[in-house]
């Protein structure tokens, strides 16, 4: 443990790693309760993609988002188990779009831009975040 006072840049990515967090779980919630009304507004491709994602591939999109929220809550908290629940958050995320962009056919339905744009900027900003949180343990911002 110790004292060392992190610097003002640590919050700001802290409050913005919640809210980006914060958005991820809304997404999720909203795709839970998704119904058939719903599903009707959407274009015949992700219609297909919502019905091929296998529940386990939805259950790592909970554990991703849901550990990942956890992980910025941690970060915001100054806790080092932040480092534990964003590891699991990228696991979760690297597994669930693998299995989406490489066996399902999300880029044959969407294209290759639309496809893979969004889920790279998800595992990027989790990368981020899981390096920085490992980067303040380091430092010693933890209390």
């Known amino acids: 443990m110790s004292n060392t006072v992190p610097p003002r840049s640590y919050r700001i990515i802290a409050v913005v790693a919640l809210i980006w967090m914060a958005f991820g779980v809304m997404a999720m919630v909203l795709d839970l309760f998704t119904d058939e009304r719903q599903l009707a507004e959407l274009d015949e491709a992700r219609r297909q993609l919502f019905a091929l994602r296998p529940q386990w591939v939805f259950a790592l999109y909970v554990i991703a ?69 490992f980067h303040a343990k380091k430092k010693g911002w933890f209390v």
Do not use: C, D, K, N
Request: glycine share 10%; no cysteine.
């Open 65 to 133: 988002t849901l550990s990942g929220f956890a992980g910025a809550l941690g970060l915001l908290l100054r806790r080092g188990w932040a480092v534990l629940a964003f590891t699991i958050s990228l696991v979760a995320v690297i597994v669930q779009f693998a299995y989406i962009l490489g066996v399902m056919p999300a880029i044959e339905l969407l294209g290759f831009a639309t496809a893979a744009t969004f889920p790279f900027v998800i595992f990027a900003i989790g990368a981020f975040l899981l390096w920085y949180s």
